[in-house]
């Protein structure tokens, strides 16, 4: 990736508070060099007001609340405990998630408004322009100590197998980094993988996000057309379509799978939603 390109790459993590750049923004830079170069800009306004946080926060409500209607966890500390994970690493491991159960619905209505603008001439514009302040919770996650285990650590292949990917996410490549945690949790989670409610209800985000999009506070113009006018040649714009559609589904279904993390761990606050 070139200096210009790892920039951009930078932007995004910030805007999105996130210690790493995500793996899906990484992809569609490497699928589709020239695209985020050319689209960023004109969607980070958007990104960096208090409206785009709002719903992205209430997305994560959302997929709390249809979580807890169709999974009840049997996982408990004494479970973990007997399966060596300290209560340090408890706390180390809520951290992380409340990083990825905050950032994901971010970077889920991003994808879902780049994949609303292939299609559309113009989207967004519907939204409140107030910027968004840095809180002191954004500045522990972008501080946070974000490793990502080895694709082929572990149960990693077998989670990518099970969800239907060429590689697991970054949501299960940081919890393998706590291997007695995820080789318990997963015994749990392998069967929300496969359970048609729970990923019925992955796909509901999926789609409120895209219909999401017009609420975006600055219209973005990133159809074929107007990538075309900014330099872009037909091949790395169809890239990077597929580069962000392929992205789309994963994580929205990763938004859920954050919650159920979270809720194994006894976790069920809510962010604007009342239970």
């Known amino acids: 990736m070139s200096a210009r390109l790892a920039g951009v790459a930078d932007e995004v993590r910030v805007a999105l508070r996130a210690p790493i750049v995500p793996s899906p923004v990484a992809r569609i ?7 985020l170069d050319v689209v960023w800009p004109r969607v980070a306004s958007s990104v960096g007001t208090a409206g785009f946080l709002g719903s992205a926060l209430y997305l994560a409500d959302m997929a709390l609340t249809e979580v807890e209607a169709v999974y009840e966890p049997v996982l408990t ?3 973990l405990h007997e399966a060596g994970v300290d209560d340090g690493e408890i706390a ?9 159960h905050y950032g994901q ?22 939204g409140k322009p107030e910027p968004r ?43 393998a980094m706590w291997p007695a945690y995820l ?14 409610p729970f990923r019925r209800r992955g796909r509901g985000l999926y789609f409120y996000a895209r219909s999401g999009a017009r609420f975006l ?14 330099g872009l ?34 976790m069920r606050t809510r962010e604007v939603v009342q239970a």
């Open 29 to 35: 830079i490497e699928a589709a060099p020239g695209y």
């Open 77 to 79: 500390r004494g479970a």
């Open 92 to 100: 180390a491991l809520l951290d992380v998630l409340d990083c990825f």
């Open 105 to 126: 619905p971010q970077l889920l209505l991003l994808l879902a408004a780049l994949a609303e603008a292939f299609g559309r001439d113009r989207v967004g514009g519907y």
């Open 133 to 175: 302040a840095v809180t002191e919770r954004e500045r522990a996650h972008l501080a946070l100590d974000v490793r990502l285990a080895p694709p082929d650590a572990g149960l990693l292949p077998e989670i990518a197998a099970a969800l239907n990917l060429d590689a697991a996410p970054d949501l299960y490549r940081t919890v």
């Open 183 to 196: 080789g318990v949790a997963w015994e749990e989670l392998q069967h929300l993988a496969a359970y048609p």
């Open 217 to 230: 506070a600055e219209p973005l113009e990133a159809d074929p057309a107007a990538l075309r006018a900014a």
């Open 233 to 266: 040649d037909d091949a790395m714009i169809e890239a990077a379509r597929a580069a962000v559609d392929d992205a789309l589904p994963a994580v929205a279904m990763m938004v859920m799978h954050a919650e159920a993390m979270r809720l194994g761990l006894g």
